[in-house]
């Protein structure tokens, strides 16, 4: 090897080591620089609004008084009194009225009789509704059902003409100790339940009603 390319040689290894020392002294200028810059953390994205959730409708409570529904008022039902049967266009009817205080004998819907009458007092009233004759009698003899110490004796008495229609001493009779009929007679001197009618017009009516007749008071 001649010495000039000796030196060839060693200028080649001298540039190599130059480079290799300027080389050596950027890498280690970078990792300085980046071991002292602060770290900065990455920006984070802002998260978007939750959806919000929707609004609730509150629950009526059904048994509260605003969530009931009003009932409406039913106004109480009236029972409507049952007419008294209108005397029909066949066979015999007797109709007394307790407002009037009169009787009215139909016959096949025809008025053969009227009269007034004087019914039951108000401690012992007529009854009313519709019945039948079920006995006839004449003479008849009424015997006080109470004592003498009560206030509805009465002496024992006959009448002429007397018709059963109820049960329980229910009579349409004459009455020769009476001389007041009419509107106001039960009032101050009623009978104790029967119908009392004058002499003349019960006479017709004995021998005109039949046992079955019917007679409505009302």
Request: net charge positive.
């Amino acid at each position: 090897m001649t010495k000039r390319t000796m030196i060839r040689v060693g200028s080649t290894i001298t540039i190599f080591i130059l480079f290799g020392l300027i080389g050596g002294i950027f890498l280690n200028t970078l990792l300085t620089s980046a071991a002292n810059s602060p770290v900065v953390a990455p920006l984070s994205t802002p998260s978007a609004d939750p959806t919000p959730e929707p609004a609730t409708t509150p629950v009526v409570d059904p048994t509260s008084s605003d969530a009931a529904t009003p009932t409406p008022t039913v106004p109480p039902v009236v029972a409507t009194p049952t007419p008294a049967p209108t005397p029909g266009a066949q066979g015999k009817v007797i109709v007394v009225s307790l407002a009037t205080q009169s009787l009215t004998a139909y016959e096949n819907g025809k008025v053969v009789a009227t009269t007034v009458v004087a019914t039951g007092r108000p401690a012992l009233p007529t009854l009313t509704g519709t019945f039948h004759i079920k006995a006839k009698y004449t003479p008849y003899q009424f015997i006080s059902p109470w004592p003498k110490s009560s206030p509805y004796w009465y002496a024992s008495a006959w009448v002429k003409y007397a018709m059963l229609y109820e049960d329980g001493g229910y009579f349409i009779h004459d009455a020769p100790w009476r001389t007041v009929y009419g509107p106001g007679a039960n009032l101050t001197n009623g009978t104790h339940g029967c119908v009392n009618v004058p002499l003349s017009t019960m006479s017709f009516l004995y021998k005109w009603a039949s046992v079955g007749t019917t007679v409505i008071v009302q």
